[in-house]
């Protein structure tokens, strides 16, 4: 969460810290930069706009709540911890490799598959966006 993209959203919500932040400003926050609830407090308290205590009231029926207000709960649920997954920096590093001419097509795919990514190797669950 970088400071100013958390000070701006922060001052968004709370009407400039005119308002006392509550559940709804929470969850709008760590939907906002798909960080835990936990994660979220920390930086909430070192930035001095909640207290430790005040975070206590927050701390059940995190699913519940962000059902409530129509949020995904996506965010609130365990990956599935059976399924081997790489993401980020590997992935594009390989497709730079790929578009640079450094490696062939079934490098980048063994890549992949050694990523266990065999999903993109196969447009397995790749949905395609239809524009009008």
Do not use: W
Request: hydrophobic share 35%; net charge negative; aromatic share 12%.
């Amino acid at each position: 969460m970088p400071d100013c993209a958390f000070s701006r959203l922060y001052n968004k919500i709370t009407s400039n810290g005119k308002e006392k932040i509550e559940l709804k400003h929470i969850l709008e926050m760590e939907q906002y930069f798909k960080v835990s609830r936990n994660v979220l407090f920390v930086r909430l308290v070192q930035e001095g706009y909640l207290s430790v205590k005040d975070c206590e009231q927050y701390k059940t029926d995190i699913i519940k709540n962000a059902l409530r207000y129509g949020y995904d709960i996506s965010l609130y649920l365990p990956l599935d911890d059976k399924k081997q997954v790489t993401y980020g920096a590997y992935l594009k590093l390989a497709l730079l490799l790929k578009e640079k001419g450094i490696i062939s097509e079934g490098r980048y795919e063994q890549y992949l598959l050694e990523a266990f990514r065999d999903d993109i190797v196969f447009n397995e669950n790749i949905k395609e966006d239809i524009y009008d």
